[in-house]
């Protein structure tokens, strides 16, 4: 086996390209140096040599000596330019940016197929856990049925805080942006929106489907109040953002929406900034993958593991999408059970199957009742922010 | 991408065999077809067509149809004959026998190179759960440091009924037996011996070690009573048996021993017959991975994902071994912290480098020590029946 020796070329300097700096450089561990690091802000203060840095990302996509072209910058076209241009130069790319796959994979596959390049991206979804690799290695056979989990730390992070340690909304989110959970928009997370992204990415690797992000229903954890964390609280349960996606003949269901779980579920132990990942297939049980799912070290270990693949000329095959049925289509048709919270009239029972409990009450009113995604999405109630949605379960047939 | 379309010769039909029958006949989800299922007795009532049975081996290791054997035998060395000569007839092998491989991977990979077929095992260790595929193919590189966990379905069961449930120690084994997750002999279970099959294939795909399992130290959990229980109860800590393989520079750790493990630690949400994996690596948090690990269903899933993996010619690459620096070498020299319960006076306390804490009562005594792997190995005292230890964490060091 012969190994690749690797010249990267660093897009972004954070705390990931400082901890890539030093697995790479000092300890030696990866066939691979970093050449050139390229920056917004020449003058901030930078823990390593000056001679790496430059500001012109020419310096990176035109050096022919640089293979490998790691872009950990937060602009997502930026990145999406940035990338493009090097695989056209012949560069294999490792990237974090999940909101630049999930827009552009079937471009990017383009590239990555005409170049003849290597384009990885196991940190965009769940940061250290290896679920793009299992999703193409492991599970690269059609018995793979359901996909689901915690794939955004942060708000995972504040929901602990809220249900664990009792602290409001508003605090558990900040206290989330200071310890760097938090993307810099954080309605990107707390709408559901970042995991919704993660999704479109786990749907190509799962199941060979290429959609877009604005075909996955998302709705968020913002809404939540004490009335909702009581209900749960007396339930013994716990609230999760969940992600989730699941197979059905040629049906796709996907959709990000917070949901209850039971206590005694593995998921209600994945807490903090920790991800959780469960894969069910045909014949097996279900599988769980946990680890975590913001933050730099993580972020860093799963990037250092593509570089470290990109040695072997690893590149995923994309089996599943290129073989993929050509009537298979994302459908939102299923039904769930979902817990309504309300204050004032609600007028939209119509819009659900049936209704399996009421409760009015001076502080507040909830209903739980059964109702198709395509209802809820196309409903006016859902955009009313004096209602909450919380899902019971996922889908239920 | 050309898929290989498998005939399968199939050696033993228990619960495995029925399911992995279904799922291939019955779905057609995997390019594959069980051809002839080699038995032992040929007048056990059967689920499927009596054209599918035969007695004799030959009937499918002569078969030139057949082009993959999965090899479903408790018999360590029957198994070992027949996978050996199904691979000199040129077939691939999925096998379970964890036994079997731990004492014959030089043999097999031998015979695997000789003949260029694939042999695959997943089954073999915490059988749902993909870790071998994971060493393989994502911790493909030197950066991963300790692999470690729960490895033993059939202990967990045991230890999480004694623990949670209360249940004295030879009703949890009987239960564990009626339940099908003990071994045939449970003394390969309950004494560690099993976890210790494991932990040699994961040091191979790990670190690219190879050892005989008599070379790793193994304890059990038949001594566990009362008084130990009740130790643990009182500082809210789990009892798992934890296989255990770390790397320090050219030296590799290994042990099979009763551990007390903090409640807050994920291992502890690992009961019953469910198996956990913690993977630690440089710049990397901890991974885990849960799933269950004792079961005809979960041992099933394993063996129908390398059958997938067969349709399209994977193989085991064993980068780590064939790339192994010739100076790693399995050392015993480790500082542990162990507790040892004992009744009559205990005279050896000099093996131990310190003594952290001692309790002496009518009801039992106990203490707390650090002590060298060696020290422990080479003790008379580990011997006594009347003395029990159970480590307290994993290498200090």
Redesign the interface.
Known sequence: ?KRNRLKLGIFGFGCVGT?LY??LEE?G??EANIKKICIKHANKPRPIDAKYFTTHKDDLLNDPEINVIVELIDDAEAAFEIVSEAMRKGKDVVSANKKMIAEHLPELLELEKKYQVSFLYEASVCA???II??LE???????LTSVSGIFNGSTNYILTQMIDDNIPYPEALKEAQNKGFAETDPTLDVEGIDPKYKLCIILFHAFGLSTKPENIFNFGISRINDFDLNFATQRNYAIKLIASCKKNGNEISGLVAPSFIENKD?LA?VKYEYNGVVLE????????????GA?D??T??AV??DI??L??GYRY?N?KY??VDPSLKLESTGKYRVYVRYYDDFDSFDDFLSIEEKFISPQGNYFIGIITLDKIINSKWIKDNKINVIFCNQNIE
């Open positions: 086996m901890g030093k697995v300890t561990s990866v250290s856990i290896p690799r299992n290695e492991y599970y690269d056979n059609d018995l593995p132990y297939s045909a014949f097996s049980e279900n599988q769980l993958m946990i680890g975590k933050g070290k993580p860093g270990s250092l593991s470290s693949a040695t072997y095959e089996k290129l073989h």
